[in-house]
């Protein structure tokens, strides 16, 4: 799997967009960028996923460059329930291995009252 | 969506025992599932793949004869942790890959501690 890089700590404003940025610089043409989150003792939760586009959903955005290298992790309206550690992976969705997943130190986002 | 039920979601055992833990798929089947194993501070670490109907794969360095993984059905995989010792003590967190979705779902966590 490719190696992603991400901030360690980000701070954000209740209410406020939270943006988490991850490099990804080595990632081959069919692996996707992968976003999941922990909230303190428990599991992992998924976010979204895109190999390329542009992706939204309910939860959050994903902004991918177009050499993909690199991709933001856009959440619009951060809550005090978003503090987490958000993990980017990158990943061959391919069969099952989407379900092993390689876990970075990931970014400590805290959302501020 | 998908859900992903892990039982207990704590367990307090003396050393020298064994505690199994398990991971049920609710509401689909997963032929293969994953076990991870967290300590304080620290990220998610793959211990190993269970496969349904087969041996289990384990990352290097994970005893298989100390953590014993078995997939005896579509919907179920059990992590038994055998004879305990206080290292043993983590966050073990298991997951099933999606059908159809390329997503992973991950079950609520097993608190364990040996004393």
């Known amino acids: 799997d490719a190696k992603t890089t991400q901030p360690t700590s980000m701070d954000c404003a209740e209410g406020r967009a939270a943006n988490l940025p991850c490099n990804h610089s080595t990632i081959s043409g069919n692996e996707y960028v992968y976003w999941y989150r922990q909230i303190h003792s428990q599991g992992p939760q998924y976010i979204i996923h895109g190999l390329k586009n542009n992706e939204t959903n309910e939860m959050a955005s994903l902004i991918i460059t177009e050499d993909r290298k690199s991709s933001t992790l856009i959440l619009p309206h951060a809550t005090l329930r978003d503090t987490a550690v958000y993990y980017c992976i990158v990943r061959n969705a391919g069969g099952t291995s989407y379900g092993k997943l390689t876990f970075g130190q990931g970014t400590i986002l805290t959302v501020h009252p | ?115």
Request: net charge positive; glycine share 6%.
């Open chain 2, 1 to 115: 969506g998908a859900v992903v039920s892990q039982h207990p979601s704590r367990v307090i055992c003396k050393s020298g025992t064994s505690v199994k833990i398990e991971c049920r798929s609710l509401d689909f089947q997963a032929t293969t599932m994953f076990w991870y194993r967290q300590f304080p501070k620290k990220s998610l670490m793959l211990m190993a793949t269970s496969n349904e109907g087969s041996k289990a794969t384990y990352e290097q360095g994970v005893e298989k004869d100390k953590f014993l993984i078995n997939h005896a059905s579509l919907t179920l995989s059990t992590l038994t942790v055998t004879s305990a010792h206080p290292e043993d003590s983590s966050f073990y967190i298991c997951s099933a890959p999606g059908t159809g979705n390329r997503r992973a779902f991950f079950g609520q966590g097993t608190r364990l501690t040996v004393v």
